[in-house]
T-cell receptor, first 116, second 110 residues
Framework: GAVVSQHPSRVICKSGTSVKIECRSLDFQATTMFWYRQFPKQSLMLMAT?????????EQGVEKDKFLINHASLTLSTLTVTSAHPEDSSFYICSAMQRSQNSPLHFGNGTRLTVT | GQNIDQPTEMTATEGAIVQINCTYQTSGFNGLFWYQQHAGEAPTFLSY????GLEEKGRFSSFLSRSKGYSYLLLKELQMKDSASYLCAVIGNYGQNFVFGPGTRLSVLP
């Protein structure tokens, strides 16, 4: 089955530093990748939609200059949290969609970010 | 925009049947998905509906009525391991805007 690899699974960083999270589709080409954030006991909140070769589309309230998304190839998207603050501590999950429009999303295992 | 609603929490007994509802209002519709998520883990795919009717897959079934903007996930023969959050998600036009509902936390009691 389709596999999405997300790295790192856990990261602890100091306030003010930047953290990069990678999301790779291992056995399929992902024309679209989605980035979600999830706080404890809450649902997944869509942050941005990333299409290969074009700029990401950010949801309302998500700062594009703070959460930099790059989707340079059909198998890799990255999310960089710049100048991280403690309130950015959360569970970040990426997902990828195959070329077939109505195929289910395949999720990475998530990244637990803790900003101290 | 998209608005998706689910009950926040549900409780059921081991061996019983439970139905989790999802209502949605979206600007476009290209399918509805159900996912299961255990705490601290990524969601796992359960089912997909794009046409009206019931889709059955083992102990899990999902129903869709597009005219009513309504879906439900039916879990039969509940097991303790079914305790999890269940998320419905709607995909809009052209595969964009894959948005999740708030999720329903299901607790299965012995």
């Amino acid at each position: 089955g389709a596999v999405v690899s997300q790295h790192p699974s856990r990261v602890i960083c100091k306030s003010g530093t930047s953290v990069k999270i990678e999301c790779r589709s291992l056995d399929f080409q992902a024309t679209t990748m989605f980035w979600y954030r999830q706080f404890p006991k809450q649902s997944l909140m869509l942050m941005a939609t990333s299409n290969e070769g074009s700029k990401a589309t950010y949801e309302q309230g998500v700062e594009k200059d703070k959460f930099l998304i790059n989707h340079a190839s059909l198998t890799l998207s990255t999310l960089t949290v710049t100048s991280a603050h403690p309130e950015d501590s959360s569970f970040y999950i990426c997902s990828a969609m195959q070329r077939s429009q109505n195929s289910p999303l395949h999720f990475g295992n998530g990244t637990r970010l803790t900003v101290t | 925009g998209q608005n998706i609603d689910q009950p926040t929490e549900m409780t059921a007994t081991e061996g019983a049947i439970v139905q989790i509802n999802c209502t949605y209002q979206t600007s476009g519709f290209n399918g509805l998905f159900w996912y299961q998520q255990h705490a601290g883990e990524a969601p796992t795919f359960l089912s997909y509906n794009v046409l009206d009717g019931l889709e059955e897959k083992g102990r899990f079934s999902s129903f869709l009525s597009r005219s009513k903007g309504y879906s439900y996930l039916l879990l039969k023969e509940l097991q303790m391991k079914d305790s999890a959050s269940y998320l419905c998600a709607v995909i809009g036009n052209y595969g964009q805007n894959f948005v999740f509902g708030p999720g329903t936390r299901l607790s299965v009691l012995p």
